[in-house]
Antibody, heavy 120, light 110 residues
Framework: DVQLVESGGGLVKPGGSLRLSCAASGFTFTSHRMNWVRQAPGKGLEWVSSISIGTTYIYYTDSVKGRFTISRDNAKKSLYLQMNSLTAEDTAVYYCAREGVAADYSFDYWGQGTLVTVSS | QSVLTQPPSASGTPGQRVTISCSGSSSNIGSNTVNWYQQLPGTAPKLLIY???HRPSGVPERFSGSKSGTSASLAISGLQSEDATDYYCAAWDDSLHGVVFGGGTKLTVL
């Protein structure tokens, strides 16, 4: 079965850093683009970042450019999100999401999410 | 303010057919396919429709998607009580170089 398991969330002070991880299993990791999507408490979904299979193509939403870095380790079947200079607006549940074979930025599998809380 | 516009709420009675709209622009819906997600409370979103009108394995035929120009719609026929939850549309945006989501629609089954 396809599984995506996020970890690394927690409470961090404004200006601090956090690194999220997503461990993938049950599928060929090197056949899929991977993404991070977040959801602030009581709010809608917001796409954060995408990384291609070979890491050639990386995209970010404007609000995190220069602060967040997405990466992947295909040998470890893992996806990462390094988050720096965190603000209260970054407080959200962060989901790891696999792009489906249709390659149309449809996310066919999601992790359970990891909560990031930015507060003093 | 979301790039894709959805009505914040929709409603219907059991057995009825309801539609949820998603309005965008030439840089997103007008030039890329639309995907729909269902999110039950406290859980991760689930892909409901991909590439405008395709259902992933396991999604009931009651759910269907369509697109015309810069707008898309999700239709749910034979409405059931378990359909009462949140729905989101999404698409790639060529100008923003990213995925954009609608603000979400909360469906109530009366």
């Amino acid at each position: 079965d396809v599984q995506l398991v996020e970890s690394g969330g927690g409470l961090v002070k404004p200006g601090g850093s956090l690194r999220l991880s997503c461990a993938a299993s049950g599928f060929t990791f090197t056949s899929h683009r991977m993404n991070w999507v977040r959801q602030a408490p009581g709010k809608g979904l917001e796409w954060v970042s995408s990384i291609s299979i070979g890491t050639t193509y990386i995209y970010y939403t404007d609000s995190v450019k220069g602060r967040f870095t997405i990466s992947r380790d295909n040998a470890k079947k893992s996806l990462y999100l390094q988050m720096n200079s965190l603000t209260a607006e970054d407080t959200a549940v962060y989901y790891c999401a696999r792009e489906g074979v249709a390659a149309d930025y449809s996310f066919d599998y999601w992790g359970q999410g990891t909560l990031v809380t930015v507060s003093s | 303010q979301s790039v894709l516009t959805q009505p914040p709420s929709a409603s219907g009675t059991p057995g009825q057919r309801v539609t949820i709209s998603c309005s965008g622009s030439s840089s997103n819906i007008g030039s890329n396919t639309v995907n729909w997600y269902q999110q039950l409370p406290g859980t991760a979103p689930k892909l409901l429709i991909y590439s405008d009108n395709h259902r992933p394995s396991g999604v009931p035929e009651r759910f269907s998607g369509s697109k015309s120009g810069t707008s898309a719609s999700l239709a749910i026929s034979g409405l059931q009580s378990e359909d009462a939850t949140d729905y989101y549309c999404a698409a790639w945006d060529d100008s923003l170089h990213g995925v954009v989501f609608g603000g979400g629609t909360k469906l109530t089954v009366l």
